[in-house]
């Protein structure tokens, strides 16, 4: 068997970008795919970092899909903006591994009814 190629970050964007439709060319990539790829490695987390953050961001674009360079700038002002540091964001999201390796919950607003309870079947 031959040597895997070590991972980069730009290999991984272009995995996480043809996620779930693989007729894409991978030179762009969509908030939804982003997320997932923040969450599959443990950046998004809904406490420090939300996809409210990363939403506000990225509509900085205006567009629905940002390329490589964008997308570069768009974590930048991610860290930036949530005090985490670039570096090792980078490392993270190089080594997570490719899409769908790890599992991923993504929180529906469905969820939330699951675990409702109404008042009177709440202990105090």
């Given at each position: 068997?031959?040597e ?32 997932f ?88």
């Amino acid at each position: 068997m031959g040597e895997e190629e070590p991972a980069s970050l730009d290999g991984q964007f272009y995995e996480f970008a043809k996620m779930m439709d693989k007729k894409r060319d991978g030179t762009t990539i969509t908030l939804y795919n982003s997320d997932f790829w923040f969450r599959q490695c443990k950046i998004l987390d809904d406490r420090k970092v939300t996809m409210t953050d990363t939403g506000i961001l990225f509509n900085k674009f205006g567009k629905s899909e940002i390329n490589w360079d964008e997308w570069n700038e768009f974590l930048v002002d991610l860290c930036e903006l949530k005090g985490l540091d670039l570096e090792k964001a980078q490392d993270t999201l190089t080594n997570c591994g490719l899409p769908g390796q790890t599992p991923v919950v993504v929180p529906q607003y469905r969820d939330f009814f699951l675990t409702y309870k109404p008042k009177e079947k709440m202990l105090f």
